[in-house]
């Protein structure tokens, strides 16, 4: 299991509508960030309970290499994991400088090391890093599969045609309850 970039930075301005809090805090996925929260932690707890492996995945600002997408005054704290899912003893977290958390990382290593041939996907941001890392799983030959009711985008049109997209070329796409049923078949 993979939980991409569920960093504080997202839920910033609170459980809101995203044009209420994007001024303030335009790297945040409002009300979209905080309804994922409850499913994701179903999926963590599911995983836990078979044991999974679990990764997570984050950034780290770097002032001196910030760029026009990353704001310099950012701080190392809004990279931390939502306290709501903070990872456990034996989870890995995935330090990454681009969308998808394969590239310039040590993550296929570990999955085959680990001898993963599915990897479960879900966080942020469906078009963006969700996207991009499901993509790249596919192409590693990896069955991806993204939870829909754990992965979140700041526009819900661009997190739905996202979901239909990878759904019809590199992914399954189930929500927490169908994951259940199919994870005997998996």
Do not use: N
């Amino acid at each position: 299991m993979l939980l991409v970039d569920l960093y504080e930075l997202a839920y910033q301005g609170g459980a809101r509508p995203v044009r209420d809090v994007i001024r303030e805090h335009p790297s945040s996925a409002g009300i979209h960030a905080h309804r994922a929260i409850e499913p994701t932690q179903r999926l963590l707890a599911m995983a836990r309970e078979r044991q999974f492996p679990v990764f997570y995945s984050t950034s780290a600002p770097d002032p001196a290499g910030a760029t026009l997408r990353q704001d310099s005054s950012y701080r190392a704290e809004w990279y931390d994991i939502r306290k709501e899912l903070t990872p456990r003893h034996g989870d890995r977290v995935i330090l990454k400088e681009r969308a998808s958390c394969f590239f310039g990382t040590p993550l296929i290593t570990h999955l085959t090391r680990l001898q993963v041939d599915t990897l479960v996907i879900c966080g942020q941001s469906t078009s963006g890093c969700v996207r991009a890392t499901a993509v790249d799983a596919y192409s590693y030959g990896l069955h991806a599969v993204v939870v829909e009711d754990c992965t979140f985008d700041r526009s819900e049109l661009s997190h739905k045609v996202s979901l239909f997209d990878l759904h019809h070329k590199y992914a399954d796409v189930f929500t927490v309850a169908q994951l259940e049923k199919a994870l005997p078949a998996l």
